[in-house]
């Protein structure tokens, strides 16, 4: 069974750091291109990055361009969203999906999804 399960977040101040992680199982992640998404209360789920199986092809999101960071570990299986510089407006729930082929943000072309993760920026 195809599994995604995403850990790493929390409260942090304004301009601090977290790193999100998305675990998969029952699948080999070599093949799937992986996104990170986000909804905070009243919004729209929004991608805010991806990145292809080979790992060769990222894109972020203008909000998030500079400060967030995709990468993967394929020995574990993992992959990461490295969130720096955060703001309050960042706070959400992040998700992280799979699809084969390539990298999109559209949240419909995503297949797997993991639970989501709470991020709170807050002083």
């Known amino acids: 069974q195809l599994q995604l399960v995403e850990s790493g977040g929390g409260l942090v101040q304004p301009g601090g750091s977290l790193r999100l992680s998305c675990a998969a199982s029952?699948?080999?992640?070599?093949?799937?291109?992986i996104g990170w998404f986000r909804q905070a209360p009243g919004k729209e789920r929004e991608g805010i990055s991806c990145?292809?199986?080979?790992?060769?092809?990222?894109n972020y999101a203008d909000s998030v361009k500079g400060r967030f960071t995709i990468s993967r570990d394929n020995a574990k299986n993992t992959v990461y969203l490295q969130m720096n510089s955060l703001k309050p407006e960042d706070t959400a729930v992040y998700y992280c999906?799979?699809?084969?082929?390539?990298?999109?943000?559209?949240?419909?072309?995503?297949?797997?999804w993991g639970q989501g993760t709470q991020v709170t920026v807050s002083s």
């Open positions: 999906a799979a699809r084969r082929a390539v990298c999109i943000m559209s949240v419909k072309s995503y297949d797997y």
């Open positions: 029952g699948f080999t992640l070599d093949y799937y291109a």
């Open positions: 990145m292809t199986g080979s790992g060769g092809s990222t």
